[in-house]
């Protein structure tokens, strides 16, 4: 039986821990939003192909307890079939692993050859969604 060594286990945690990381910090450095920028009311996380988490930046708690329901519910509704390189889905849906219809999510398939291996998750607080009043839902 093959074994990895519990030094190549936490290299590789690591490593998917600092791209959840990168993955948050990207968006607040891109962002034009103050609430992004300057307040960070965001998050990110790596998950598997079934949707567990792999592995989360250092954001909000709150959004990371959805971040793994998100993408379980977009897949019953999206099957990885459907899914191609360079795909990004947004959603905001309460029902679909949201908080509240202002957080909006980007879900992005991550592919090894003609697989679906895990998903790219980022979660961003849209001040504005529509609603009859500006900043209102």
Do not use: C
């Amino acid at each position: 039986m093959n074994s990895i060594d519990p030094f190549t286990v936490e290299v590789i945690r690591h490593a998917l821990n600092q791209a959840a990381e990168e993955m948050s910090l990207t968006v607040m450095r891109a962002a034009r939003s103050p609430l992004l920028h300057e307040a960070g009311d965001l998050s990110s996380a790596i998950t598997d192909a079934s949707g567990e988490l792999v592995s989360q930046g250092r954001d909000i708690p709150m959004h990371m307890g959805v971040m793994s329901f998100t993408v379980k519910e977009f897949l019953k509704r999206v099957p990885a079939e459907r899914l191609a390189r360079g795909d990004v889905w947004f959603l905001n849906l309460p029902e679909v692993g949201g908080n509240h219809l202002p957080d909006v999510k980007a879900i992005r398939p991550v592919f090894h050859g003609d697989r679906v291996v895990a998903f790219a998750v980022s979660l961003a607080h849209w001040a504005d969604i529509g609603g009859a009043v500006p900043g209102s839902y």
